[in-house]
């Protein structure tokens, strides 16, 4: 028989293949999954890497550079009095190296190196820097003016991190080779706009004060980890001490 009979007995009537159960080649789904999981796999280990990249930068931001601003702070400081003890003369600041250092025990136990200007490069060195522009700050030994500071409130030291512990009636110190300067903080603005220059001015505006004085002022960045707004510490100068061959501290810091 040359053509094959269907179960009617009828010629030429092809029969149907049985169903295997199994899709046709063209329709794979477990393909189509396979490819899915492949994208979803390759998506998430670059995320995986994107969050290791991220979590390095935030620790080189916030602890690697602390420790290398510490370390460069450390080492000018120690310059400074190895000078100090070189030549105990009286004299006017030095501005090359650091011009002294700045006492706060309400808002860290060690002292920060005082240095001329506020751009990056000196605020980065770990220390604090006294404004020369936009205005120009005055020097603690003149007899009015605003001594006007900035520094990192993260990361290159950190030097203002915990400025929002100062209160009011709290002791603000800075020592120079011959003079301690005692300052009592006697105003506080938590939040300002960066450009709000007017805060350093002789008589800082929004400190309360009318009148010419010898005043401090403690600026940095706030909220914590940005750069939007300023923080702003006003002290007046209480009394100077001399140092003595000790170096003894006033009793704002024993």
Known sequence: MSEIENETGQAGASVPAPRSGRPSPGRRPGTRRRRLSAVVGVFGELLITAGLVLALFVAYSL?????????DSKRAGDKVRESWLKDRTPGSLDTKDGIGFLHVPSMSGGDVLVMKGTDAK???????????????????QDQSGNFSLAAHRDGHGAKFHKIDKIEKGDSVVFETKNTWFVYKVFSILP????YNVDVLDPVPEGSGKKEEGRYITLTTCT????SKYRYVVWGE?????DVDAERTPPEELR
């Open 191 to 194: 939040r300002t706009s960066k």
């Open 237 to 241: 100068l209480e009394r100077t001490e």
């Open 63 to 71: 602890w690697w550079t602390n420790v290398l601003a510490d370390r």
């Open 223 to 226: 909220p914590v980890f940005t």
């Open 122 to 140: 000196e605020l980065n060195k770990g220390a604090a820097g006294y404004y020369t522009k936009p205005v120009k700050s005055a020097m603690p």
